[in-house]
């Protein structure tokens, strides 16, 4: 047993140093951002052999990927009586530590005690802001290896996690329990759940790999501050603390067509020579990309270089914005009894001089102009007339001499009465109820006047002053077919008023009209 366990070791390092010296699978290295806790069955029901298998397969599914701060963590958590956490997120930041660390992971023997080391993975490792755990905003996923020999009541642990946002994958190497794996499992089940025998674990590496990479992979290259002309590249510092450079190509994506036409916009992914190239040093992450065509798709590719580390080239699309000359857009807002307010777009002052409004009524009205800088987006029109419709044009003045215009129709808003509705209710036979509405803004009250006597000498009527917020009063002693007026008071002026005659009969009801 001692011999074929050796045999064995022996043999796993051979396969690690053998993969070492491999190039990683395409579009691994650095290619995700996440935190990675795998729970390994090494209870007494995993043999040696099955242990050590189980070890192997970790690293050749692991050796592909980028560790670090700003990568893949993993960490490793075994299952036993009393279940041990190997190694935290924290502990390798390379691949030559992390094989070393798995060549050397002995078994724990005893119970299958998964419920524990699910607690153990949820409030020590998987949990953002411990000492060694999860990152927070990252993807976290629990990868579970197990041989499916009682593995105790883990569905109510599995579900908190997923609760928690851990995405949960299981491979099974033994007679599990197909239907409680399936409840436990992340959708799609198909891609998170996978039984293999022990020898041939290998035949599921790529697929299990290609999941977790699905979790975990992350944007790391973004096209930032589009224009007409330019656009802004940025990327992770992946040189950072090493030597090397960035080279950034970009060019036109094809439109279409094949063969030996050669024309322009090959895609730089492809290595053909119609794009521009870039060299960006490896402490800056970040280039402005200008001369661009406008309303074109352009394809970039970002290759890190540096004779430490081999990284993945990155790749993104974007297009930029069309050219839209200004005026584009022409707006109407504030809109008043004699004013509104004209808004245009976009600026363009690297292009425009000045804009240039014309505004009369329609259909034939008198024409007035005013002119603004470059730099203004909107103007407001004063001094119009009320309950007016105006043809408003906006005409942008380009540096080139060109002249573009746009026009819009407003209507001004009609003027409010500032008093409406007067009502005489005579109370008696000597005394009016008087009422009225009144709406207009800035007004400072109203003025009442009405007769004394029955005669209209201006020596023999009565006046009252009453505040803004009142539209009643009470008016008593007043001689038959006595006239009432109410008149509002602005800041400078009286404006015109509405007048009625109150008419007493004894043998009728008071009625009051306006005149």
Not at 179 to 191: F, Q, S
Not at 460 to 480: A, E, F, G, N
Not at 504 to 509: C, K, T
Request: charged share 20%; net charge neutral; glycine share 10%.
């Amino acid at each position: 047993m001692d011999s074929h366990m050796l045999t064995w070791t022996t043999m796993m390092m051979m396969v690690v140093v053998v993969c070492s010296q491999n190039s990683a699978p395409e579009g691994v290295l650095n290619c995700c951002e996440g935190d990675v806790l795998f729970l390994l069955d090494s209870s007494g029901s995993v043999t040696s052999y099955e242990h050590a298998r189980m070890l192997s397969f970790l690293s050749e599914l692991l050796l592909p990927f980028s560790l670090g701060r700003d990568q893949v963590r993993v960490g490793l958590l075994q299952v036993g009586t009393k279940p041990r956490l190997e190694f935290g997120f924290n502990r390798y930041g390379n691949q030559s530590g992390l094989q070393g660390a798995l060549t050397n992971i002995r078994p724990l023997r005893g119970d299958t005690n998964t419920v524990d080391a699910l607690k153990m993975a949820k409030e020590w490792v998987l949990r953002p802001g411990t000492s060694d755990g999860a990152r927070k905003g990252l993807p976290r996923v629990l990868v579970w290896l197990t041989d499916g020999v009682k593995p105790g009541d883990v569905i109510g642990p599995m579900a908190e996690l997923r609760e928690e946002g851990v995405a949960l994958l299981v491979v099974s190497t033994g007679h599990s329990n197909y239907k409680m794996l399936r409840e436990v499992v992340t959708p799609p089940v198909e891609n998170h759940l996978h039984f293999v025998d022990i020898d041939d674990m290998g035949i599921i590496t790529k697929d299990l790999r290609d999941a977790i990479i699905e979790i975990i992979k992350a944007e790391r290259l973004h096209v930032r501050d589009v224009s007409t002309n330019s656009a802004s590249l940025h990327w992770r510092p992946f040189l950072s603390g090493l030597s090397g450079h960035y080279e950034i190509r970009f060019g036109e994506v094809s439109t279409g067509g094949s063969g030996g036409g050669g024309g322009s916009g090959t895609s730089p992914s492809t290595g053909g020579s119609q794009y521009q190239r870039l060299i960006q040093s490896a402490q800056l992450n970040s280039i402005r990309l200008t001369g661009l065509k406008p309303d074109t798709t352009y394809s970039v590719s970002l290759i890190p270089e540096s004779n430490e580390i081999t990284f993945n080239t990155l790749s993104t699309t974007f297009t930029t914005k069309p050219v839209f000359e200004s005026p584009a857009v022409v707006t109407i807002s504030e809109s008043g009894e004699t004013s509104v307010r004209v808004s245009w777009g976009p600026l363009q002052p690297d292009t425009v001089t000045s804009y240039y409004i014309e505004y009369s009524t329609l259909p034939r009205g008198n024409l007035q102009t005013v002119t603004v800088s470059r730099t203004q987006n909107s103007t407001l029109l004063r001094n119009l007339q009320p309950g007016t419709t105006y043809l408003v044009t906006v005409t942008a003045r380009h540096a080139s001499g060109k002249q573009k215009s746009m026009s819009v129709k407003v209507c001004t808003q009609e003027v409010t009465p500032a008093l409406d509705d007067l009502q005489l209710t005579t109370v008696g036979s000597a005394s009016v109820q008087v009422d009225w509405r009144g709406s207009a803004a800035g007004l400072r009250g109203y003025w009442l006047t009405w007769d004394k006597q029955q005669s209209s000498a201006a020596n023999q009527r009565s006046s009252l002053y009453l505040p803004p917020d009142s539209l009643s009063t009470r008016l008593t002693h007043l001689p038959p077919y006595a006239r009432v007026c109410v008149s509002p008071i602005y800041r400078t002026v009286r404006g015109d008023g509405l007048c009625c005659t109150a008419q007493f009969h004894s043998d009728a009801l008071g009625y009051g009209f306006q005149s």
